[in-house]
């Protein structure tokens, strides 16, 4: 039978697999067949409390191994799955309980503290509570959820200081992950170490797609991917390492350093941001037998492109092929669709398109059009063109191209032919204001000087468009998933 659930994932593989070992993390380690059982525990227990189908659970516990059984129950109740990091500040914590008015709150005892301040007046319970819940719902008493309900809201800043809540149903959560799958191709011999946020989708889909196949999760605290890096990697016998730039970074440090490859490590993917071809270069050479994986996406429509896996070492500046059955095309300010190697803004079509904006409907009509036969486009604000083969290459966000002596200049290009530098290892260019010129802050893992990164630099972009200031650093300011945050960047100038 076709899932049209997101949990029905869930029971589809606890069926056909109970006591392969699904999920593991810190000190538990639960086979699918108990995954499921929790799951339907927490949904009695969350029913028994009152919770209808439709209300918000926001979970502060999204690096808890319970977040994953957590998020299975509310798709069986009927109920919205938020996930919301800790590490956000105070008042972006108020803005989103605001915004999506929870009914419950989910905690662990280290957050208890923060969620009596961000959301007093909201019930709280502590997430070993579920762990402990051993009701499970009376069948047929509630309605169940259909596949166009809501299952998740995943809040992201994007460009923007104001969080914005995704709506994501059952339907396009689903679509996604088997189009994900399809491209990726994990298998049940798979142990996918997981150390990102899940309250990052990219953190959270890896759940949905270890679960599809039969594959294992590591949940591991973001520590491990730092010096330890390498042995969490063979304590854990790890086979698919999902990344952000930084973290690969780490691990090509950790593996020149140490001169031994991990073992067992077949494929990393990488999105969030540019991989430099010089790293993909490093890594394939240190690591024999592994695949790069390069992916482009947004919470907006979860996955846009991968590039094909006999592909992986052809079109290093492309950031993949349009998955399945979803279609991209580039049109310029006016919204006329522009040919094969035009620079515009990218727009996407397909299953995979998100709901829209949680309580933003001006919002949500800007981004989510509606084309001429009623189904949405997403206006993405990324700056790309395809190629004539239909490859999707990636030039920044519209909303970081500045004006420079007369030219249009994308922060994306000045980061790419930065990064193409030997040594440069990350690089970050902050637009310029009327109170602080355009800065390039490069860190490089190498003898280079000032000098040497002006020089190349130029070499490699039009005079008009070199960055009136250029800085090393030791290192980069990350936000909560692993990106570099230009906004903390900017203030240290």
């Known amino acids: 039978m076709r899932e049209q ?37 927490i949904q009695g227990y969350l029913r028994d409390l009152g919770v209808e189908r439709g209300d918000r659970v926001l979970t502060l516990a999204s690096a808890s191994a319970m ?9 069986r109740a ?15 914590l108020r803005m989103i309980v605001d915004d999506c008015r929870p009914t419950v709150v989910v905690l662990e005892s280290a957050t208890n503290d923060l969620a009596a301040d961000v959301a007093p007046d909201v019930p709280r319970i502590d997430i070993d509570e579920l762990a402990e819940a051993r009701r499970r719902p009376t069948p047929g008493r509630y309605r169940p959820a259909i596949s166009c309900d809501p299952v998740c809201l995943i809040y992201t800043s994007g460009s923007t200081a104001a969080a914005k809540g995704v709506v994501s149903t059952h339907a396009q959560v689903l679509f996604a992950t088997k189009a994900i799958q399809l491209r990726l ?23 949905f797609l270890t679960t599809d196949v039969g594959a ?18 063979e304590r854990t016998r790890t086979t698919v390492l999902p990344c952000v730039p930084s973290l690969a970074q780490i691990l090509r440090m950790a593996v020149t350093r140490s001169g031994e490859p991990p073992a067992r490590l077949r494929m990393i993917t990488s999105t969030g941001a540019a991989l430099a071809p010089a790293t993909i270069q490093d890594l394939t050479d240190l690591i024999p037998g592994l695949a790069v994986v390069r992916m482009f996406g947004l919470t907006e429509c979860k996955r846009v492109a991968i590039m094909p896996m006999d592909q992986l070492d052809q079109r290093l500046d492309s950031v993949g092929y349009p998955l399945d059955d979803i279609e991209c095309f580039v049109v310029d300010e006016q919204g006329n669709r522009l040919p094969p190697g035009h620079r515009g803004e990218l727009v996407v079509r397909g299953a995979n398109v998100m709901s829209g904006y949680w309580n933003a409907p001006d ?16 206006w993405t604000g990324d700056l790309c063109h395809l190629d004539e083969d239909g490859y999707l290459y990636h ?3 519209i909303d970081e191209q500045y004006k420079q002596n007369g030219f249009r200049v994308s922060a994306a290009e000045i980061e790419g032919a930065a990064l193409d530098i030997p040594g440069v290892c990350q690089a970050a260019l902050i637009a310029p204001t009327d109170d602080q010129p355009a800065c390039l802050v490069v860190v490089v893992q190498s003898d280079l000087t000032l000098r040497d990164i002006v020089v190349q630099l130029a070499d490699r972009i039009e005079r008009s468009k070199m960055p009136q200031r250029t800085l090393i650093r030791d290192k980069l300011p990350l936000n909560i998933n692993g990106k570099v945050d230009k906004r903390l960047l900017r203030e240290s100038l």
């Open 5 to 41: 659930l997101l949990h029905d994932l869930l029971d589809r593989r606890a069926k056909l697999s109970p006591s392969k070992i699904a999920l593991c993390a810190r000190d538990r380690s639960w086979s699918y067949g108990r995954v499921r059982q929790i799951s339907l525990a």
């Open 67 to 75: 977040a994953v059984p957590l998020a299975f129950a509310c798709s």
């Open 78 to 92: 009927g109920l919205v799955y938020v996930p919301v990091s800790p590490d956000l500040k105070p008042y972006q």
């Open 185 to 207: 191709n994990y298998t049940a011999d798979d142990r996918v170490l997981c150390v990102l946020p899940q309250s990052f989708d990219y953190g959270l889909y890896q759940a």
């Open 216 to 233: 294992t999760l590591f949940l591991e605290p973001r520590e491990s991917a730092g010096t330890a890096i390498l042995a969490t990697l």
């Open 363 to 378: 919002l949500t009509e800007q981004r989510f059009r509606r084309d001429y036969l009623g189904g949405t486009l997403l």
């Open 395 to 397: 030039h920044g966000r």
